[in-house]
């Protein structure tokens, strides 16, 4: 007993580490966790992405261009990403559920605003803004995560998290779609606000308050300086940045372009037709988990290049003009790109023994740009050369994607032995 009690004083990360009430797999708790945070994930993604369906309609309503009409998303994960900064440090003071919570419940209330406004400006404005307060929500939810799970869990916990965005993200895209059509654009963005609203509600009721977090007295604007430059500055997290902004850059570039795609001969598709495309994240919903169980199986390298291989063969699979294979290749895109932002963001929380709410708004201020950036920089390349044109862009994003996690990987190998 005296050898234990003399090492008290003097802990390493590791002690910390052990000392931790952990909520593992099979208890109470961490089925709830698991069950709020897919919640999460869905309010989060459906109200981003739910414009992607009517961006045509868009076009048509405001009299702008297919390049304009991609940043009512691109604007929004922006500032997104910008406001996930703010977030990220400021949850270290006022806690994560309460700040999880008022971004949600004011994100869809925004939705619902928007809605409402006849200018495009002002639209564009209103969905930035929506995306501004969302950023209290991605980081602070995979911090939470990585705080409260058991480590030997966090990977399977992350994919349900990740499924819950895979999950949000087809219900606002298939559910805005058919309204669209049947109603209004405007009536289904107020419809989804609406149901946004009352899912973060049943959050706020749900999610177990943090038993490991430590909450910071003030605002240290040097300690969150540091925090963040001892993450940015390791090889291995600068990787699974890249990584994550690569990967999603081009997920989100097939998916803002593809409705214009379909709308066109020889496929003609109409608007609900053209959301149906959509149910393609239950394949993200699956691949989610099951990439977090293999991880912790056998390792996240070999994953991570598994989900790059099959995000790339769905993605050719689109160049065919035959409707079936275009669809069995946005199955096995949606698949891959699951894949690789699962693993890829478990990695992060795994490596981040300390300071996580900064190594995963990090991850996530570089996922959200990529999203934003490489999003719009599509149009140039369907305007100048169509779905072609468009395929080899993003094939160079997701090659360069493949050269970091090569390298991550062999650094990983090395570091172990």
């Known amino acids: 007993m005296g050898s234990i009690d003399s090492h008290q004083g003097n802990k390493t990360p590791f002690h910390k580490e052990e000392s931790k009430i952990w909520t593992e797999r099979g208890s109470k708790d961490y089925l709830v966790t698991s069950f709020a945070l897919f919640l999460v994930g869905f309010i989060t993604f459906s109200l981003l992405y739910c414009v992607q369906p009517i961006l045509p309609e868009l076009t048509r309503y405001f009299h702008v261009s297919v390049t304009e009409s991609s940043f009512a998303i691109s604007l929004t994960t922006g500032f997104l990403a910008v406001s996930i900064f703010c977030s990220g440090a400021t949850a270290e003071s006022l806690g994560r559920k309460g700040i999880m919570f008022f971004s949600m419940a004011s994100a869809s209330f925004m939705n619902i605003f928007a809605a409402f406004l006849p200018s495009w400006n002002v639209f564009l404005i209103a969905r930035a803004c929506e995306g501004f307060v969302l950023g209290g929500v991605p980081a602070v939810a995979m911090a939470y995560l990585s ?41 289904a963005l107020r419809i989804l606000g609406t149901v946004d609203l009352l899912a973060a509600i049943i959050f706020g009721l749900c999610l177990p308050t943090s038993k490991n977090f430590i909450k910071r007295t003030r605002f240290d604007v040097k300690y969150h300086a540091k925090a963040w430059s001892q993450h940015i500055t390791r090889p291995d997290m600068f990787l699974l940045f890249g990584i994550g902004g690569l990967a999603v850059g081009s997920f989100i570039t097939i998916f803002n372009f593809i409705d214009f795609r379909l709308v066109l001969p020889p496929f003609s598709l109409s608007s609900s037709q053209i959301s149906f495309i959509f149910l393609s994240y239950i394949s993200g919903m699956m691949a989610s988990p099951a990439a977090g169980s293999w991880s912790d199986r056998i390792g996240r390298g070999p994953v991570l290049i598994a989900g790059i291989a099959i995000m790339l063969s769905g993605m050719w699979l689109t160049l065919s003009n035959y409707l079936l294979l275009m669809v069995c290749g946005i199955l096995i895109f949606t698949t891959g790109f699951f894949t690789i932002h699962s693993v890829a963001s478990g990695w992060v929380g795994q490596l981040a023994r300390q300071n996580k709410g900064h190594a995963t708004s990090l991850y996530l201020l570089c996922y959200y740009m990529g999203s934003s950036i490489f999003g719009s920089l599509g149009g140039v390349f369907w305007t100048s050369g169509g779905w072609p044109r468009l395929i080899a862009y993003t094939s160079c994003l997701l090659a360069i994607a493949t050269i970091f996690s090569t390298i991550l990987i062999r650094r990983h190998a090395l570091s172990i032995k």
Request: negative net charge.
């Open 147 to 187: 705080e409260e799970i058991h480590p030997k869990n966090l990977g399977y916990a992350m994919g349900i998290y990740v499924g819950g965005t895979a999950f949000g993200g087809m219900f606002g895209r298939v559910a805005v779609g058919i309204m669209t059509e049947f109603t209004s654009w405007q009536m």
